[in-house]
């Protein structure tokens, strides 16, 4: 463990050292420099071309940031960089990992072409804003997130002009980094998998209800599950292509995820983008607009009040409702210490976040200015398996639980892999320095090049520390820093296991033996990852107020939204969630139910 985070801190400081080792005013060259530094996925590279001290071109030559998120942050640093001479660019919120290692790599270039980096990091003109803009449509939808995107394509479809409001400098929210897995019965893939995997709507809702203690709201559980086939059926529809084949996501429970075949949930956003993009004028994005406030009038939601990128006031009249989508609060360390009631004081700025930092809980303070009722907000999910620089949910290997086993430091495993992810991650807080290691063999990876949910090649990350690769077991176990004995008997216990059909722990999905060569290993720690509580909503995804009553005009979907999965959410069952809630609150906002 002390290895794989010393890689990873021990690339950005060489980055580091570098630009501050570079001599001052050294002469200007001529040609084609590189410069690195780690991202928020692996190292980037860049390429600027220089000519006698002007900047002509830069090139991002390798990365693995995600896509649409990325690309916002490449295009404002570059062209800073490219037509202004500037190196002083804010941080493209949602995105600052990314913004930040793209000016490092370019100002690592710089210096070695002889540029003068700190003459390029100029003072930048803040706008003055201070006035008031007023828009109007039927239905306005705060986050352009999963759920957002849902409500707005429904409300569309349902005839309703639309306006997004979206605080970060792009579409698609935590979807965006999902690791893409909608869980649904669908018999269709289901039957033709080999052996097949007998499913059923009410084991989907049982398992849901269950694994959240029975906290959830049984009546919207239900909803979820029974249109969760449905929501595909609408996605496909709109262009979405899907894997044929069915995964199981970490803390899932059960083989029902369906994947699209475009990495992360990449997928969903490019389908509503594209529907955004052919209705026109129908449906507006105001980017980097960050809502403030819910107007209401005689009770009734009638708009909201918000801030742009120029300082500027926005204020959008809705004629049917407003649909609160804007996410949970994973990145709000103080409203997760607040609410906590389930992990004793632990959820403080040492615990990681899977999430992106716009996870703030603005929608639930909007909600609860006007008197909406919240429910579940002591339940917090962890999870086990974020990068233990970042708390990143990419570098995890493998892509489905029965490949898998978990060891700990000892090489010892302690858990039946396939368990609630609440109780994978008690698990691994009584494991030493709280790491829990995924093993598995070449078997499902033959070439190495296969991606995982992420959209990580399994070389990938090997190549940049996030995973160790060997072909021995005896060599693995030196390189994860685990004792070599303990390791091959956990093994051997493992393979008997399968053969069996059952292990110690009760597991009883497994794919194969671990016995193929070259192993993998990627150690993990726990991370926060999703927020149970928030606005309550009933089965037509309307806001109820604190005296009961539904609030005229306000609608909610997504992790806002609390009540849906109790104290502990099934891996698998958040796409799930936004796709129906939000398509459920785009109709009933459009039809003033």
Not at 263 to 286: A, C, H, K, T
Not at 451 to 465: R, S
């Amino acid at each position: 463990m002390k290895r794989f985070i010393t890689i990873f801190l021990g690339v950005a400081l060489a980055a580091s050292l570098i630009i501050a080792c570079a001599t001052p005013g050294a002469q200007r060259q001529t040609g084609v420099f590189r410069g690195s530094a780690v991202g928020y996925v692996g190292t980037m590279i860049v390429e600027v071309e220089v000519n006698r001290g002007n900047i002509r071109r830069i090139d991002v030559v390798q990365h693995n940031e995600t896509p649409i998120l990325s690309d916002v942050a490449f295009q404002r640093v570059i062209s800073a960089v490219v037509n202004e001479g500037n190196l002083n660019v804010d941080n493209v919120t949602g995105a600052t990992f990314t913004t930040m290692a793209l000016r490092t790599a370019i100002t690592e270039a710089l210096t070695s072409a002889g540029i003068d980096t700190g003459a390029m990091m100029r003072p930048r003109q803040r706008p003055v804003g201070g006035q008031t803009i007023y828009k109007q449509a039927d239905v306005i939808v705060i986050g352009g997130g999963g759920a957002g995107l849902a409500a707005a394509v429904s409300a569309a479809q349902n005839g309703s002009s639309v306006i997004v409001l979206e605080k970060l400098a792009f579409l698609g929210g935590c979807t965006l980094i999902s690791g893409s897995g909608f869980n649904a019965v669908n018999p269709r893939i289901q039957m033709a998998e080999n052996p097949p995997i007998y499913d059923s709507i009410d084991l989907h809702f049982q398992q849901t209800w269950d694994a959240g203690d029975r906290r959830a709201d049984p009546a919207i559980v239900r909803v979820m599950v029974e249109n969760a086939l449905d929501a595909i059926y609408w996605l496909t529809d709109l262009g979405l292509e899907w894997d044929q084949r069915v995964k199981m996501i970490p803390g899932g429970l059960h083989r029902r995820a369906n994947t699209p075949t475009l990495p992360l949930g990449i997928g969903f956003i490019e389908v509503y983008q594209r529907f955004i993009d052919r209705v026109g004028s129908n449906v507006e994005v105001l980017l980097e607009t960050r809502a403030t406030e819910l107007i209401t009038e005689g009770g009734r939601v009638v708009g909201v009040k918000a801030t742009n990128a120029d300082n500027n006031t926005v204020v959008v009249r809705a004629n049917n409702g407003v649909v609160m989508a804007t996410g949970g609060y994973s990145a709000n360390v103080e409203m997760r210490m607040y609410f906590d009631r389930q992990w004793g004081g632990i959820l403080d700025r040492r615990v990681l976040n899977t999430n992106l930092p716009g996870s703030m809980g603005d929608g639930i303070v909007m909600g609860q200015a006007i008197g909406a009722n919240l429910v579940g907000m002591e339940y917090t999910q962890l999870v086990p398996f974020g990068h233990p620089g970042t708390g990143a949910p990419s570098g995890l290997i493998g892509g489905s639980v029965e490949d898998t086993l978990y060891i700990n430091l000892e090489g010892r495993r302690f858990i039946n892999e396939n368990s609630r992810r609440d109780d994978l991650t008690l698990a691994a807080f009584d494991q030493t320095d709280t790491v829990l290691i995924v093993v598995m063999d070449s078997r499902t990876l033959p070439t190495g090049y296969e991606y995982n949910i992420f959209n990580e090649t399994h070389n990938f990350m090997v190549e940049y520390g996030h995973a160790f690769r060997a072909d021995t077991l005896e060599e693995l176990a030196v390189l994860i820093g685990v004792p070599v004995n303990a390791f091959l008997q956990t093994i051997m216990d493992f393979n008997a296991a399968v053969d069996a059909g059952r292990c110690e722990f009760g597991r009883t999905d497994f794919r194969g033996r671990i016995e193929t060569p070259p192993f993998l290993a990627g150690p993990r720690v726990p991370t926060v990852h999703h927020t149970m509580g928030g606005l309550q909503i009933d089965t037509y995804a309307r806001v109820i107020h604190k005296n009961g009553n539904v609030i005229p005009g306000f609608y909610a979907a997504g992790e806002v939204a609390g009540g849906v999965h109790g104290t502990n959410r099934v891996g698998g069952n958040a796409l799930t969630d936004i796709t129906v809630f939000g398509r459920i609150a785009g109709e009933s906002a459009a039809l003033r139910r």
